[in-house]
């Protein structure tokens, strides 16, 4: 079980910024990444981190937001920057045990593009409105 807990989210005016924390209370090293959400939409994917380091970003927040996690902390972030009222939305962080393939690969469920229906574990949610 791991338990997920983000905060620094809150209310800016259009150009603002935030970060994004969230705390893993685990031992291990797991898949993790951001999602986002507004009532009645789809969640959507927002930013991603590989065991390897890679980042990966979907289109909309692509040269604004920084994802990037302190290993030594067990916490994951996300820096947004010049931020639109479209960005306005509950910000999730999830987990998922690394996948081990037979041939000794580490993979992780796919965030940019999918909703995180492979992701086992979700935080409870940090408010982001950015006002124009």
């Known amino acids: 079980q791991v338990q997920l807990v983000e905060s620094g989210g809150g209310s800016v005016q259009a150009g603002g910024s935030l970060r994004l924390s969230c705390a893993a209370y685990?031992?291990?090293?797991?898949?993790m990444g951001w999602f986002r959400q507004a009532p009645g939409k789809e969640r959507e994917g927002v930013a991603a981190?590989?065991?390897?380091?890679?980042?990966r970003y979907t289109d909309s927040v692509k040269g604004r937001f920084t994802i990037s996690q302190d290993n030594a902390k067990n916490t994951l972030y996300l820096q947004m920057n010049s931020l639109k009222p479209e960005d306005t939305d509950m910000y999730y962080c999830?987990?998922?045990?690394?996948?081990?393939?037979?041939?000794?690969?580490?993979?992780?469920?796919?965030?940019?593009?999918?909703?995180?229906?492979?992701?086992?574990?979700w935080g409870q949610g940090t408010q982001v409105t950015v006002s124009s």
């Open positions: 999830a987990a998922h045990p690394i996948i081990l393939t037979p041939e000794g690969r580490s993979l992780c469920p796919p965030i940019i593009g999918t909703v995180g229906r492979g992701f086992a574990y």
């Open positions: 685990t031992h291990n090293i797991y898949c």
């Open positions: 981190i590989h065991t390897d380091g890679n980042t």
